[in-house]
């Protein structure tokens, strides 16, 4: 066969490939990608996180508003994080996609202001708070080569390289009012209403961002105008959704406290917006839409204990949460491919298609105090905290089949971690911590581009500054 005829059929295959890729994948893979949770608060993350029985310090509202009421003075927060992530993929159908992948970010995690009201009825205590909570992260970045091939007539064979640039960036925060209320000398209630809404909080918003570069070629040998650039950017904007968060605290004896935390689902309204930009050798093509989508997040209940030992230096706490990950839907009423109009926020295939079972987070936390019992007034009490959690992702758990990913069960992707934190208290005025959390799963992430025979290892590192200031 002459190379004139091979560069004539890679032609073909390129001229092909540009005229179907304005459709509904015009990228040669898909990148699922679902939010992160995220936890308040250098103080109780330095537990581990295991904060639901305890929730005695500004943000309770985040963990359990049953426990605002343990707040005797006004005071205000503000908590900092830092993030170093990484993903190590390994794949043995496309080995060529192995590599680490890194992230870095920082942002306020957490903001609030308290006031507590002694005289009310029965002189019960009632506690306002108004919080900012940053509760889901978006934030990811890949970049990685690709190849495919196709079988053409004589025996020939089509390839397809590809580097690909994936950006994710964006949070969901809320505008957080909420209220503790002692009903009896035991049982404290709560409730936070978390606002969702872009005109108070203008960064409540992700978007993505996905380059390609094709190259194509016919038994390694690739034509003058074998080349494609493929450019997608999504947005998702003016995120508007309210719901509720429930706690309630129980003081068993004066050491041993119980307590149930509940986060309602609800229903956003966002306006999703999409460009794709292809061009190269066989011409240009640009599209782009906007409509709006409705996305449903998910509902989590959670328990604690916590123990606090007779010579009030040692505090011992177990945590357990269930989140419905499968409620996780995007409706896209207008979509024009009627099976993609209600989808998994996890695994991007309809809900019918794919499992995606609940997942329980289970966290164990300790704080000691350094009191010194013979001096009455503590100008500077040192405190040291650790902690240690497992806290899985929602997946399909699909298993490997000759071609991709089949039908999942649905088990999640085991996460584990562990923590530090350090604390100070100067002149019971204003309360100094840091926390350290390393997190951590093996073998994870196989939803991320649907490949058999791939999956990653995730790393991640955060540090945790906060202050709380007391009047």
Not at 167 to 183: I, M, N, T, Y
Not at 258 to 264: A, D, K, N, Q, W
Not at 420 to 449: E, I, M, P, Q
């Amino acid at each position: 066969m002459s190379k004139g005829w091979l560069l004539l059929q890679c032609s073909m295959v390129v001229a092909a490939l540009v005229a179907v890729a304005p459709g509904a994948h015009a990228q040669s893979v898909d990148i699922m990608s679902s939010p992160n949770v995220v936890g308040s608060g250098a103080r109780a993350l330095g537990m581990g996180g295991a904060f639901i029985a305890i929730a005695d310090d500004a943000t309770a509202a985040s963990w359990n508003p049953g426990g605002l009421t343990q707040l005797e003075r006004p005071e205000v927060s503000l908590v900092y994080d830092f993030q170093w992530n990484s993903e190590r993929f390994r794949s043995s159908s496309h080995p060529e996609i192995g590599g680490r992948h890194t992230a870095n970010f920082s942002d306020f995690n957490y903001a609030s202001a308290v006031y507590p009201i002694r005289r009310t009825i029965g002189g019960r205590n009632l506690v306002l708070s108004l919080n900012y909570q940053r509760q889901y992260d978006f934030d990811r970045n890949l970049d990685f080569r690709f190849r495919d091939t196709l079988a053409l007539a004589g025996g020939n064979i089509a390839g397809i390289s590809s580097n690909v640039n994936y950006r994710q960036r964006g949070q969901l925060a809320s505008l957080s009012p909420a209220f503790g209320f002692e009903l009896t000398h035991r049982l404290s209630l709560g409730m936070v209403l978390n606002i969702w809404n872009e005109s108070l909080l203008p960064d409540n918003e992700w978007e993505i961002q996905m380059d390609e570069r094709r190259t194509f070629h016919i038994n390694g040998v690739m034509g003058p105008w074998s080349w494609t650039r493929f450019s997608m950017h999504e947005k998702y904007a003016d995120f508007r959704g309210i719901n509720a968060t429930f706690g309630a605290l129980y003081r068993a004896t004066e050491r041993l406290k119980f307590g149930m935390v509940y986060h309602s689902k609800f229903t956003a309204d966002v306006q999703y917006e999409r460009s794709v930009r292809i061009w190269g050798g066989q011409g240009s093509n640009f599209t782009t839409s906007r409509r709006p989508q409705e996305i449903v997040f998910p509902s989590a209940v959670g328990v604690g204990v916590a123990y606090r030992f007779p010579n009030d230096k040692l505090t011992l706490s177990l945590d357990v949460t269930r989140r419905e990950w499968d409620q996780f839907i995007i409706h896209d009423p207008r979509n024009r491919r009627i099976n993609r109009r209600r989808v998994s926020g996890v695994t991007g295939l309809p809900p019918q298609e794919q499992k995606v079972k609940p997942v329980y987070t289970v966290r164990f936390g300790a704080e000691y105090v350094f009191v010194n019992e013979k001096k009455p007034i503590q100008n500077y009490l040192p405190s040291v905290r650790i902690g240690a959690f497992y806290d899985p992702e929602p997946a399909s758990n699909r298993p490997d089949r000759f071609f991709g990913l089949g039908r999942g069960d649905g088990k999640p992707d085991n996460y584990y971690g562990v923590t530090f934190g350090l604390g100070l208290l100067v002149k019971n005025r204003v309360n100094l911590d840091a926390a350290y959390v390393y997190r951590w799963g093996s073998g994870v992430r196989r939803d991320t581009f649907a490949f058999s025979g791939t999956d990653a290892n995730v790393r991640q590192h955060t540090v945790y500054l906060s202050t709380v200031v007391y009047f």
